[in-house]
């Protein structure tokens, strides 16, 4: 029989965190009353993660273990479980319980109430540095302005997705993927419910400044074309200003004026548009890697153990 509920979890070397995830989800989950399942998917751990996860899967039937060839990266993974859940709704939730396993009951409550999309709000962040919180924000404002698809601030891959959004998700089939804004792209009754997200319950984070950089990246180039848009808006107003500055210039000359005169300002205008392009050709760059990924058509990961049925 079908499960009601598909719980997946992304674990990325998360030996500290598992048991204890198992635990604080079932004891949620069990309250519901309906039939769950716990899609657990292995990004390449080397710390034992696999192990646990295998001999879990032995003695709970309802732990689906999807196990990658290699690390494929959070995105990814998450999106392996949605590939492989078979509940009539999905609940992400990070493997650190960092999102407290507590608020799917609320989640469901709104599902049940008949929204499709319950994404998590955090309302606070426990446990974080300063840093991090600092570049959080950053980030969520920066594509909250520029994407066009409206990607609530402030909210992670935490949330339930009703099977309906599921299907269509599985079947955008990008490579570079933010799940957030894919999830907000498909649309469907949406509501936001808030949490206090708490600390890692143990081990470090599994995503250093530069995966940061490069899902706020992603984020970016999946939903706007703004970067592009700017590298233009820019070039209409240096070469207006320059329109201007002819005249401007034959005019201080022709009166005897020294002003214009000697190489520096020369030197200084030709490197500052050399960057300028330099930085435009770095975001078209972004961009036309993207497509040569697309291109190449790779599936987005390998397991080397998974269900048979998807
Ligand atoms: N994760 C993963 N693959 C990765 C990095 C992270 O599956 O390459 C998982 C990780 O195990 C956790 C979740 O993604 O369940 C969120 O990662 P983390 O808690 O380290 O990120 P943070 O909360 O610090 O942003
Ligand atoms: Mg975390």
Redesign the pocket.
């Known amino acids: 029989m079908k499960p009601v509920f598909s719980i997946i979890?992304?674990?990325?070397?998360?030996k500290g965190c598992f048991d204890e995830l198992y635990r604080r989800v079932s004891e949620v989950m069990d309250k519901t009353g309906e039939e769950w399942e716990f899609v657990m998917?292995d990004?390449g751990s080397s710390d034992g993660s696999t192990d646990m996860i295998r001999e879990l899967a032995k003695k709970e039937k309802r732990v689906r273990p999807v196990i990658f060839a290699r690390?494929f990266?959070?995105q990814i993974?998450v999106t392996a479980g949605l590939d492989y859940c078979r509940g009539e709704a999905a609940i992400i939730i990070?493997?650190?319980l960092?999102d407290p396993p507590e608020v799917i009951l609320e989640l469901i409550t709104k599902w049940r109430e008949g929204y499709q999309v319950v994404y998590a709000v955090r309302s606070e962040r426990e446990g974080e540095t300063w840093f991090k919180k600092t570049t959080a924000s950053a980030f969520y404002k920066i594509i909250y302005r520029i994407t066009d698809v409206k990607i609530p601030m402030n909210t992670g891959d935490f949330r339930l997705l009703d099977r309906k959004v599921v299907d269509v998700m599985n079947s955008m089939r990008e490579r570079h993927r933010f799940l957030r804004g894919m999830s907000a792209w498909v649309g469907y009754k949406t509501i936001g419910v808030s949490y206090k997200r708490a600390a890692?319950f143990a081990g470090t984070?599994?995503?250093p400044f530069k995966k940061m950089i490069k899902l706020a990246f992603t984020a970016i180039t999946s939903f706007s074309y703004m970067p592009l848009q700017m590298a233009m808006v820019f070039g209409f107003i240096s070469a207006g200003l320059s329109i201007v500055a002819i005249p401007v210039v034959a005019i201080l000359r022709l009166i005897g004026s020294q002003f214009f005169f000697g190489q520096a300002t020369t030197l200084i205008a030709v490197l500052f548009l050399g960057g300028v392009q330099l930085i435009c050709l770095g975001i078209l760059g972004e961009y036309v890697g993207r497509i040569y990924d697309e291109a190449k058509g790779r599936p987005l990961y390998i397991t080397s153990e998974a269900p048979d049925n998807k």
Not at 9 to 14: G, K, R, S
């Open positions: 979890a992304p674990i990325y070397n998360e998917v990004d690390n990266g959070h993974a990070d493997a650190d960092q890692r984070t599994k995503y």
